[in-house]
């Protein structure tokens, strides 16, 4: 079975304090994903990698950092949380062609971790 | 990028009923579609996709979609849903220019008995 876990289901932070969300995935996938779920909204993409120390920017980064030094492995930061990034975060990973395949596989179906409710005050 | 259209924020309907849940996009250029559904506090799971092919796609759970080229349109359908089927349900397009995933906002599906 393909798992995606996510480092916790709730979290509470105070404006202005810097924020990690982890994300791992066991199924040596190439590509992995964040977005935010806001109601009304759908999904929204805050950035993607597809290799190793890739990362590219999605429909709403601004205000999030990145970072993937293993493959299995998908941080996402808030350098300085504010009350507008309360939100469900969501992390996902996809199989692809060989390392440096590109963006050519991320059509692939992804498999979602359970989320992150992260709210802060 | 392109945008996707979700024509119902909410579907109420009756175990056994049939239900079709709208998803509209637009693109210019060719896209791949997908349905995924989030069952209440867990993750969003693909249910189907179109890539190429017959435009008529059998997913999990007796759920199948259409994908109409000229209407920009892929809609889902079961035809007699369980309480089970009560979840959200997420519309998804990949236009083969930048191969982001987009979602579109999603349907609420509430089965009552």
């Known amino acids: 079975d393909v798992k995606v876990t996510q480092s916790s289901r709730y979290l509470v932070k105070r404006t202005g304090e810097k924020v990690f969300l982890e994300c791992v995935q066991d199924?040596?996938?190439?590509?992995m994903f964040w977005y935010r779920q806001d109601p009304g909204l759908g999904l929204r993409l805050i950035y993607f990698?597809?290799?190793?120390?890739?990362?590219e920017k999605g429909d709403i980064p601004e205000g999030y950092s990145v970072s993937r030094e293993k493959k299995e492995r998908f941080s996402l930061i808030l350098e300085s949380a504010s009350t507008n990034q309360t939100s469900m975060y969501l992390c996902?990973?996809?199989?692809?062609?060989?390392?440096?395949?590109?963006?050519?596989?991320?059509?692939?179906?992804?498999?979602f971790g359970p989320g992150t409710r992260l709210t802060v005050l | 990028a392109q945008s996707v259209t979700q024509l119902d924020s909410q579907v109420p309907v009756f175990e056994e009923a049939p239900v079709e849940l709208r998803c509209n996009y637009s693109?210019?250029?060719?896209?791949?579609l997908f349905w995924y559904v989030q069952y209440p506090n867990q993750g969003l799971q693909l249910l189907l996709k179109?890539?190429?092919?017959?435009?008529l796609v059998k997913g999990i759970n007796g759920f199948e979609a259409e994908f109409n080229k000229s209407q920009t349109s892929f809609h889902l359908r079961k035809p007699s849903v369980h309480i089970s089927d009560t979840a959200e349900y997420f519309c998804?397009?990949?236009?083969?220019?930048?191969?982001?995933?987009?979602f579109g906002a999603g349907t609420t599906v509430t089965v009552r008995a």
């Open positions: 996902a990973s996809s199989g692809g062609g060989t390392a440096g395949a590109g963006p050519l596989t991320l059509y692939n179906e992804q498999f």
């Open positions: 998804a397009v990949v236009s083969l220019n930048d191969y982001k995933l987009s």
């Open positions: 693109s210019s250029v060719s896209v791949y």
């Open positions: 990698s597809y290799d190793v120390k890739m990362k």
């Open positions: 179109y890539l190429s092919g017959s435009t």
């Open positions: 199924m040596d996938h190439e590509n």
